[in-house]
């Protein structure tokens, strides 16, 4: 991602949390899709 680039909605909150758990947003989605049908908390947790 190019730095002049002003993201907007969720996507603004991409760089921080890659910086904050060393993963990009990417890896996240995708286990996700691993555990899918499960509650919201289950997820996070």
Same mark, same amino acid.
């Given at each position: 991602?190019? $730095?002049? /680039? =002003?993201? =907007? +909605?969720?996507?603004?909150?991409?760089?921080?949390?890659?910086?904050?758990? +060393?993963?990009? /947003?990417?890896?996240?989605?995708?286990?996700?899709? /691993?555990?899918? +049908?499960?509650?919201?908390? $289950?997820? /996070?947790?």
């Amino acid at each position: 991602m190019t $730095e002049n /680039v =002003k993201l =907007k +909605g969720p996507a603004s909150y991409f760089p921080s949390i890659e910086k904050t758990y +060393g993963q990009p /947003v990417e890896h996240w989605l995708s286990l996700l899709k /691993v555990i899918n +049908g499960k509650k919201n908390m $289950e997820m /996070v947790n």
